[in-house]
Structures are given as structure tokens and as C-alpha cells.
């Protein structure tokens, strides 16, 4: 199936032209491309989607090196449940935690090809990217997990929980990076990854991470109202994973030592107060906000312990890093 004839027939399509190419997939597995598309012959303005086209090649070439069955199996399934995530999750989003609209997925069984039809965000308004430095758009972000984050809390999900999601979500999380988990340096930090790991498998208060909630994957309009994309690795989780990864993508490490605490507060505000918009108890929201806040030195460590497996050298590994990671480490030292 070509990309036009599946976007004809979803779309209801008299005409599909593509346009250009928005970025390639990581480690050559596809690209996102915008097509101008006439739905209606009488009214021949075109206008816009975005395909999110995916194609497994038969060699993997990755910038760092890292090329095993495991990392094209996760790839593989990132993108399956990126599709279910579309199909079967995303209309439930409170409107304030804004997603694209899907037009239709495709899966071809025997070669993989996935085609995900999308809104395109831009026309819609969030036409926008992060730039360094920008207060609000990061606010932006804060709030739009706050939204999602309180939209999907589950106390005690059981077995099945999510359906066609990650059972953990995030791409870092320890079960699926044995290798890099491997390839650490002896320490306290790698001897304790498990433990870091269950403590957060074992919060009594779990709910949908996005699982990849960098700055880059945020689309904003002009007065900073947000949309995200990119769900690849969405799946269950606590709050604090998403609001850990996200701070590190948007801040300096100096930014981000003077504002932490009150980026936390901001947070963890808007999270009770979504929270009780959508009914819950004040004394609900307040034990999330209990179990979470103890949960954020911990969620960066675990991210910090990925990033020490996976590139020690990289610009992440921030002093202030180590500071939160040693902080995660002496409360569990403190369990
Ligand atoms: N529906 C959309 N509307 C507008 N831009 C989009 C849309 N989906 C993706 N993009 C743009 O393309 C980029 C890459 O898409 P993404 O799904 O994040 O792919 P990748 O997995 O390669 O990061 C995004 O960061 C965003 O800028
Ligand atoms: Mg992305």
C-alpha cells in the first residue's frame, strides 16, 4: 500500500501530493512527511496531514553503535504501540492535553511497514518548536503533563493495564537495557539500578507516562498552548519519569538548579488541581503528590543510571545529575 492510496482512502482524498520531508526516523527506520491533500473537488483548497511512515531496514546502522535483536525488537513495538496508542488511547485525553488527530493506521504484516496518518499540527495552530530558554513554553509542557498525568492516574492497574501499551513505558527503563546496564562501571549507582527500578514499579499510584516527553516532541502556538507528539515508548509509570526527562531536555544545568524547586511545586500544583477538577479528593490528590515527590529523585536516577550505561560522556551527565542521583541513592540507602 502506498502512502497516497492509504491517504486517499482515509481521508476521503480526491488529490494527495507530497511535500516535504519533516525529519527521518531514528536509525534510518522511516520518515515524517507532510502531504497537501483535496478532500472536496468543489472546494479545491488543499490542506494539510502528516505521515508518520515506517520501514524496517534489513541493516541497522545506529550513531552509537548499540545494534542488537533487543533494540529492533523495542523498535519494532514502539511503533506498534505508538498505533495502538493512537487508535485506542488518545481520544480519552482531556482536551488541555492536546494530541494530533489520527486519521487511519496501516500495517503491512509481512514487510512491517506502518503508515499513522495525523493531523498536522501546524495548520492546526502549533506550528512552533522549543527554543532554549523559553519560561512559558516549559511551563506549557509542565502543564500538559500535569493534565495527561492526572487524566490516567490508576491506583493498583492490574495485569492487563495499559492495553496495547508499554506495560512500563519510557525507552529507558531498566528491563529493556540490559546492555547498557551491563556496560556501566562498577558502583553503588549500578548495584542499586534494580532497586531504583522496583521502587518505582511498585508505587501504589500508577498512570500513563508519555515516555519520551523531551522539549523537542512538544508542537506550540503562538500564546504557548501545547501539543504533543511522538508516543512510541507511552505506557504505565509514574508522573515524576516524564517530569524528570522532560527538565533535563529543556534546561541548562544551571537553569535547572535554580529553578528545580520551583518547576516541582509548579508541577505537583497543577497536578492536585487536576486532580480534583476531574473529582477526586483532596486527600487523593495530596497522597499522589506524597508518593510522587519522593518519587522524583529516584525517576532521575533512574534516567541518570541509563545514561551512565549508555554514554557516560554525554552532556547530561551533569554535576547536578550526580547531586539528584546521590540524593535517590541515600533515600534508598534511608528504606
Ligand atoms: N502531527 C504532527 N504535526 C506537526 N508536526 C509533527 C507531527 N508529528 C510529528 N511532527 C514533527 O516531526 C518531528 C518528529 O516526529 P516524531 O513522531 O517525534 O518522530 P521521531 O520518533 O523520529 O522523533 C516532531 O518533533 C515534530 O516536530
Ligand atoms: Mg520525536
Known amino acids: 500500500m502506498t502512502p497516497e492510496i492509504f491517504i486517499k482512502r482515509q481521508c476521503k482524498a480526491t488529490f494527495v501530493e507530497r511535500k516535504e520531508v519533516i525529519q527521518s526516523l531514528w536509525s534510518g527506520y522511516g ?9 472536496d473537488l468543489t472546494n479545491p483548497s488543499s490542506s494539510s496531514i502528516i505521515v508518520k511512515h515506517c520501514t524496517f531496514p534489513a541493516t541497522t546502522s545506529h550513531p552509537r553503535g548499540w545494534q542488537s535483536d533487543h533494540a529492533h525488537n523495542r523498535k519494532v513495538r514502539s511503533y506498534e504501540v505508538e498505533q495502538s496508542w493512537y487508535q485506542n488511547w488518545a481520544s480519552r485525553c482531556n482536551e488541555s492535553a ?17 503508515l499513522t496518518v495525523l493531523e498536522d499540527l501546524d495548520t492546526s495552530g502549533f506550528a512552533d518548536r522549543y527554543v532554549i530558554d523559553n519560561d512559558q513554553h516549559l511551563l506549557s509542557c509542565i502543564n500538559w503533563l500535569a ?5 490516567f492516574i490508576h491506583p493498583n492497574p492490574g495485569l ?11 525507552y529507558w527503563h531498566l528491563d529493556t537495557r540490559q546492555d547498557e546496564w551491563l556496560a556501566m562501571e562498577e558502583g553503588e549507582l549500578k548495584s542499586s539500578a534494580a532497586a531504583l527500578s522496583n521502587c518505582l514499579d511498585s508505587a501504589t499510584f500508577k498512570t500513563l507516562v508519555h515516555g519520551d516527553a523531551k522539549v523537542a516532541n512538544f508542537c506550540f502556538s503562538t500564546d504557548a498552548a501545547v501539543a504533543a507528539v511522538d508516543f512510541q515508548y507511552v505506557g504505565g509509570g509514574v508522573g515524576v519519569q516524564d517530569l524528570a526527562y522532560l527538565l533535563g531536555s529543556a534546561l541548562s544545568e544551571k537553569a535547572l538548579s535554580e529553578n528545580l524547586m520551583y518547576l516541582l511545586e509548579h508541577y505537583f500544583s497543577e497536578l492536585g488541581r487536576e486532580l480534583m477538577a476531574q473529582g477526586e479528593s483532596q486527600a487523593f490528590a495530596q497522597e499522589v503528590i506524597d508518593e510522587w515527590q519522593y518519587l522524583f529523585p529516584i525517576a532521575w536516577a533512574d534516567f541518570h543510571r541509563f545514561i551512565m550505561g549508555w554514554s557516560p560522556t554525554h552532556p547530561k551527565n551533569t554535576a547536578f545529575s550526580q547531586l539528584l542521583t546521590e540524593q535517590a541513592l541515600s533515600q534508598l540507602r534511608g528504606s
Do not use: M, N
Not at 31 to 39: D, F, L
Not at 100 to 110: E, K, L
Open 31 to 39: 520518515e515524517i512527511v507532510r502531504y497537501a491533500i483535496t478532500t
Open 98 to 114: 492536546r494530541v494530533a488527530d489520527c486519521y487511519g493506521c496501516y500495517v503491512d504484516d509481512q514487510s512491517g511497514q506502518r
Open 147 to 151: 493534565v495527561f498525568h492526572a487524566g
Open 160 to 170: 492487563e493495564w495499559p492495553k496495547g501499551l508499554w506495560r512500563k513505558g519510557t
